[in-house]
């Protein structure tokens, strides 16, 4: 499975963004899907995750109530939709999928993309 990230940006405290992640290669509707984030300095975290069917969620509690996971599996993609940024928010954001199960533990997931950068200003 190939992974593309995109939608990453300078964006000011408060404002919104909107990430996605094309999968190609593989059987997407089968993959948990997950968003992580590294910021400079620091370990990769868990951003959000989502099952298979879309149909279960997952949020790191720092994001909880501004991020939004979904996916289209018609299309694809999965999608990340975060809103009322603040400056911590600022990492390479990346999207990885699972061929077992779904959720947080970084180490379970298969497949990475390449990340995209948000930047957020104060």
């Known amino acids: 499975v190939q992974l593309q990230a995109s939608g990453g940006g300078l964006v000011q405290a408060g404002g919104s963004l909107r990430l996605s992640c094309a999968a190609s290669g593989g059987t997407f509707s089968r993959y948990g899907m997950g968003w992580f984030r590294q910021a400079p300095g620091k370990e990769r975290e868990f951003v959000a995750a989502v099952s298979w069917s879309g149909g279960m969620t997952s949020y790191a509690d720092s994001v909880k109530g501004r991020f939004t996971i979904s996916r289209d599996n018609a299309k694809n993609t999965v999608n990340l939709q975060m809103n009322s940024l603040r400056p911590d928010d600022t990492a390479v954001y990346y999207c990885?999928?699972?061929?077992?199960?779904?959720?947080?533990?970084?180490?379970?997931?298969?497949?990475w993309g390449q990340g995209t950068l948000v930047t957020v200003s104060s």
């Open positions: 990885a999928a699972r061929s077992a199960g779904w959720g947080s533990r970084e180490g379970l997931y298969d497949y």
